[in-house]
Nanobody, 121 residues
Framework: QVQLVESGGGLVQAGGSLRLSCAAS????????MAWYRQAPGKQRELVAH???????TYAESAKGRFTISRDNAKNTVYLQMNTLKPEDTAVYYC???????????????WGQGTQVTVSS
């Protein structure tokens, strides 16, 4: 089995920072894309930042200049450093990964359980 476990969410004042972590565990052969999505109440889930294993990172316009995605491939972990947070960043943040298990030749999509980020004004 493969699991993604997020941590690092919480309550922060506007202008503050948070660092989210997402660790993948289980029978993992390799991980390709890793990303962070978020979903605010009453809204659709949206991509925040994306990282491919060997390629560049990409960001939503709302995240550019404030958020940084990074990964530690040796630890199967992806991070999201969020600075200058705004109340509109309030959402549940989900980790996503394309993972090939040791018992498969295919990559499958996996999601974490989500971590709440609340930014007060």
């Amino acid at each position: 089995q493969v699991q993604l476990v997020e941590s690092g969410g919480g309550l922060v004042q506007a202008g503050g920072s948070l660092r989210l972590s997402c660790a993948a565990s289980g029978n993992i052969f390799s991980i390709n894309n890793m990303a962070w999505y978020r979903q605010a109440p009453g809204k659709q889930r949206e991509l925040v930042a994306h990282s491919s294993r060997l390629g560049p990172t990409t960001y939503a316009e709302s995240a550019k200049g404030r958020f940084t995605i990074s990964r530690d491939n040796a630890k199967n972990t992806v991070y999201l450093q969020m600075n200058t947070l705004k109340p509109e960043d309030t959402a549940v943040y989900y980790c996503y990964a394309d993972i090939r298990r040791t018992d498969s030749l295919e990559y499958y999509n996996y999601w974490g359980q989500g971590t709440q980020v609340t930014v007060s004004s």
